[in-house]
């Protein structure tokens, strides 16, 4: 028991150990089959580390994340309470639905686990469930009551990493501090799923107009497009059938009338994702993919413009037209108005900025 515990503060310092440590506890509790659940609705990331379980089984929970029964009351108890699957939901409601017939039952994990959460924050949270052989039978008192003792030290062990690695999961304050962008930042790994998303990319893939989640993984509403996309996250990971190079720019269009995004795809280097997504999650962050909306960076000059001369909205769309340098006519075409609107527009953007001619004007609009 000691050395045990000894164990799991050693794996809090040293995240390569964790799996060894999964394992031994399975076997000491008659559980031998452990697996490590990280929940986060508010990312749409469901992230499962299980040493003994088959790695195509655990990639599965993704796509049923929607539709796992119950998932969502783990997060009922506090952090080192122990509580088993009946708990949760009852054994024969469980044994009826399709994902413990299609996924739970095959992979080899038991209807009747042992649970603890190890930490819970807001609606993320994280646990470890111990699964018994199929046709065992239940966990006897001997067995809770050692993983009701180990799990007071688990709950201790990982919030010391989360320390050490100086971050919240989910909330991590480098991250968080991204939400000021006015650019998308999406962290993926080399599926492109998503291990966080930004505030300016969450509400562009809420309007899934040029870019999108498909399946899980951040893609594009052309689907040329999103080939693409994928081809330059996958050359982040240096995939054999990638495209050539790491990352790069691609255009994604939109629905008629409206520019495209800008969008820009790099790798992240291999400490930077370990400091960023620790053991906690099976997959790694690859890439970074930065999202301009044109549009959004149009209407924030014309609003600074407003700001500085009194401009009206339509004063200011046209005087950046204006600094385009081609002429009243083709800045008026651009706008679709008439020539004598945009002499009016003209005019009063004269006397707001005190200019007498157009170099003039444009040199002035183009100071900060």
Not at 115 to 144: E, K, M
Not at 193 to 199: H, I, S
Not at 222 to 239: E, N, P
Not at 320 to 343: F, M, P, Y
Request: negative net charge.
């Amino acid at each position: 028991m000691l050395d045990l515990v000894g164990s799991i503060y050693d794996a809090a310092l040293d995240a390569q150990l964790w799996p060894g440590v999964l394992n031994r506890i399975g076997d000491a509790v008659g559980g031998p089959q452990v697996v490590f659940g990280f929940y986060d609705p508010a990312n749409g990331i469901v992230s499962m580390h299980a040493p003994r379980t088959d790695p195509d089984i655990l990639r599965s929970f993704d796509d049923w994340a929607p539709n796992i029964p119950a998932l969502p009351c783990t997060g009922n108890y506090r952090p080192g309470e122990v509580f088993t699957g009946a708990d949760v939901i009852s054994r024969d409601e469980f044994t009826s639905t399709d994902f413990y017939n299609e996924l739970w039952r095959p992979g080899g994990f038991s209807a009747d686990p042992l649970v603890t959460n190890l930490f819970a924050d807001g609606a993320a949270s994280g646990h470890i469930a111990s699964h018994g052989l199929l046709n065992q039978s239940p966990f006897h008192s001997s067995q809770q009551r050692l993983f009701a003792a180990l799990a007071q030290h688990l709950v201790r062990a990982v919030a010391l990493q989360r320390r050490v690695y100086h971050l919240t999961i989910a909330n991590e304050r480098t991250l968080t501090g991204l939400d000021g962008l006015q650019q998308g930042f999406v962290l993926v790994d080399a599926k492109a799923r998503p291990l966080f998303v930004n505030r300016a990319a969450r509400a562009l893939l809420d309007a899934r107009d040029g870019l999108r989640l498909e399946a899980g993984a951040v893609s594009a509403s052309d689907a040329d497009a999103a080939r693409a996309l994928h081809g330059l996250i996958k050359s982040c990971a240096g995939d054999a059938g990638a495209v050539t190079g790491s990352g790069g720019e691609l255009a994604l269009p939109r629905e008629a009338g409206r520019l495209p995004l800008d969008v820009v795809v790099t790798p992240v280097k291999q400490e930077t994702a370990t400091a960023i997504m620790p053991w906690t999650c099976s997959e790694h962050a690859i890439a970074i993919v930065l999202v301009s909306d044109p549009e959004r960076e149009v209407q924030a000059r014309v609003e600074e413009l407003c700001r500085r001369f009194g401009f009206t909205p339509a004063e200011a769309a046209f005087a950046l037209e204006i600094v385009k340098g081609d002429g009243r006519q083709a800045a008026a075409d651009r706008r679709g108005i008439t020539v004598g609107t945009a002499r009016s527009h003209l005019s009063r953007i004269f006397d707001k900025t005190g200019s007498r001619r157009q170099a003039e004007l444009v040199r002035l609009l183009l100071q900060k």
